[in-house]
């Protein structure tokens, strides 16, 4: 049988919707950071993929979103954060987290509709701390995504300013935020396969949410993060189910990125799996 190649993000905050796939029949998994998976479903490397949001209307091939999981707040987010050394209003230059087009693209909106302020973007690996101008510890200004804001956070006194981005895009908007979602090819959305595939992954998302203390107290300590938080993380501050607010706020998103440049002008195709799943179900039957 053609197994299904899904690709995923090995962060704390994917569990709920990962966890227990790699015993699905008929499902491969492959590891990636956010900011490469889109380019894994164009290429054919995966059928379906948590890609970053603005993902969806980039790139060449188009890509659908499938509606059945997602990774996004109403409200603080803790894990996509903007630090900086001096206020806010006087970033001029931005090292800016490698592995997530849709955070860095939230930060220039922010930016730019709150403060006014369009900095330079300086594409900066993190995790090893080096730009393409060579090693930078901290840089003066730097917008830092996953797990390492909390396992590898910066030193408070070299940041006393600081900017949650969930929370300031709720602030200006009064919606949630969406920063991945499942997508796969938008030419094969219609398909059973991936009907089926999109089927299985609601229903572990359900599952895994119906059982989320215990992933929550099993899996922290893999990731690093003390309890505490990652209760407070993952059990309060995320979202995971894509709802009507929640298409309102990626087709917002992606309407303001598209005005300043920072993402194609083009429709969300979102993907109907379920019309997709009943005919195929209605084909068997006489």
Known sequence: MLKTRIAVV???NTRPLIEGLERAEGIELTAAAPSHIADMIRSGAADIGLASIVDAVSGGVPLAVL???MIGCDGPTMTVRLYSSRPLEQITRLHADTESHTSVALCQVILRGRLGRAPEIVAFNARERISASGPEEWPEAMLLIG?????DSPPAVRYPHQLDLGEAWHDMTGLPFVYASWMCRAGEAGSPRIAAAAALLDRQLRHNLGRLEWL???RAPEHHWPGDLA???VG???RYRVGDREREAVERFLREA???GLAPDRPVVWADWRGSLAGRVGAGNP
């Open 231 to 233: 209760h407070r993380y």
């Open 10 to 12: 090995r962060y704390l």
């Open 236 to 238: 309060e501050l995320l």
């Open 147 to 151: 797990d390492k804001v909390v396992t």
């Open 258 to 260: 598209a005005a300043m």
């Open 216 to 218: 929550i107290r099993t």
């Open 67 to 69: 509606p059945v999981g």
